[in-house]
């Protein structure tokens, strides 16, 4: 049974770098997918952030591209957020979740709150 | 990079059926075969309920239905349940300029 689990800071100041790391058991990551970043603010809906495969190929939400670097570790079975510069309206539950043009696994989400 | 568009709210009575809708482009909806409905429920995490356009993961109960005509698809739900009252957003692939996904903007249902 494939897993995610999320984990980082819960609170994040503002113009400071938000990381989180998705870490994913019972699948390798180098054996193919994508994975990708969700993010859903309070009372809000959901929007996708990025995507990586494992061989560092990446897709940015154009949006916040500017802002967004996603990296995987194959060594670690993981793959990591960073969001630069964030603001108030970057408080979110984030999500990490594997992409095959679906998200058909997702970890159970992690609210970060930027806040001084 | 426009949000999908899905009506904000639908309710149905036990036992009824139900649609939603998600439209979109032809550089998405209409373009590509990729379209996901997910279900959420307050506090959780989204659940993977019809994957390319009609398509139910295992364990998924066959009173889900996806279908799509043109740039809109569609989420059914035959013989409402009350454990189907939750949050449902449609996903489309899309490549316009550069790969990327986009959501729907999110539908509440109401069982009544």
């Known amino acids: 049974q494939v897993q995610l689990q999320e984990s980082g800071p819960g609170l994040v100041k503002p113009s400071e770098t938000l990381s989180l790391t998705c870490a994913v058991s019972?699948?390798?990551?180098?054996?193919?997918?994508?994975w990708g970043w969700i993010r859903q603010p309070p009372g809000k809906g959901l929007e996708w952030i990025g995507s990586?495969?494992?061989?560092?190929?990446?897709y940015y939400n154009p949006s916040l591209k500017s802002r967004v670097t996603i990296s995987v570790d194959t060594s670690k079975n993981q793959f990591s957020l960073k969001l630069s510069s964030v603001t108030a309206a970057d408080t979110a539950v984030y999500y990490c979740?594997?992409?095959?043009?679906?998200?058909?696994?997702w970890g159970q989400g992690t609210l970060v709150t930027v806040s001084s | 990079q426009s949000a999908l568009t899905q009506p904000a709210s639908v309710s149905g009575s036990p036992g009824q059926s139900i649609t939603i809708s998600c439209t979109g482009t032809?550089?998405?909806?209409?373009?590509?075969?990729?379209v996901s409905w997910y279900q959420q429920h307050p506090g959780k995490a989204p659940k993977l309920m019809i994957y390319?356009?009609?398509n139910r993961p295992s364990g998924v109960s066959n009173r889900f239905s996806g279908s799509k005509s043109g740039n809109t698809a569609s989420l059914t739900i035959s013989g409402l349940q009350a454990e189907d009252e939750a949050d449902y957003y449609c996903?489309?692939?899309?490549?316009?300029?550069?790969?990327?996904?986009?959501f729907g903007g999110g539908t509440k249902l109401t069982v009544l």
């Open positions: 990586i495969y494992h061989s560092g190929s990446t």
């Open positions: 019972g699948y390798s990551i180098s054996s193919g997918y994508y």
């Open positions: 979740a594997r992409w095959g043009h679906y998200f058909d696994y």
């Open positions: 390319d356009v009609s």
């Open positions: 996903s489309s692939y899309t490549s316009s300029s550069t790969p990327y996904v986009v």
């Open positions: 032809s550089s998405d909806v209409g373009g590509y075969n990729y």
